[in-house]
């Protein structure tokens, strides 16, 4: 029983420093719902048509960074472990762009 009472102690003590409080939760959750709506918003605005896309991907940008900062705990993380994620992250994004560039000039060459 008194092992119970210890662990319990321990685990409350553990999550103070390294997660964020219900109300940055709450204030993350609502930035996330409002920044969805300008997503689905930003595509009814005719004249924004050219620029949807990239608009679109700078929001999806920011939301992604939001989640895995928060909510997958990563900007509580040491700086190695954020480095272990982030490095492969940017390659795989450097590499998607890179396929889209690609896909584009070869749809342009043969269409």
Same mark, same amino acid.
């Given at each position: 029983m008194s092992t119970h009472? %210890? *662990?319990t102690a321990a685990h409350e003590s553990h999550d103070a420093p390294g997660h964020a409080s219900v109300a940055t939760y709450v204030r993350v959750a609502l930035i996330l719902s409002a920044v /969805? *709506? #300008?997503e689905v918003g930003v595509i009814y605005i005719r004249f924004l048509t050219p620029i949807v896309v990239p608009l +679109? #991907?700078?929001m999806a940008a920011a939301k992604f960074t939001l989640v895995v900062m928060f909510f997958m705990h990563l900007r509580y993380d040491p700086r190695p472990v954020a480095a272990v994620f982030v490095g492969p992250l !940017? !390659? *795989?994004s450097l590499l998607g762009l890179a +396929? !889209? *560039?690609l896909?584009? /000039? #070869? #749809?342009? !060459? %043969?269409?």
């Open positions: 009472g %210890h *662990a /969805t *709506a #300008l +679109l #991907l700078v !940017i !390659i *795989a +396929l !889209i *560039a896909v584009g /000039t #070869l #749809l342009a !060459i %043969h269409p």
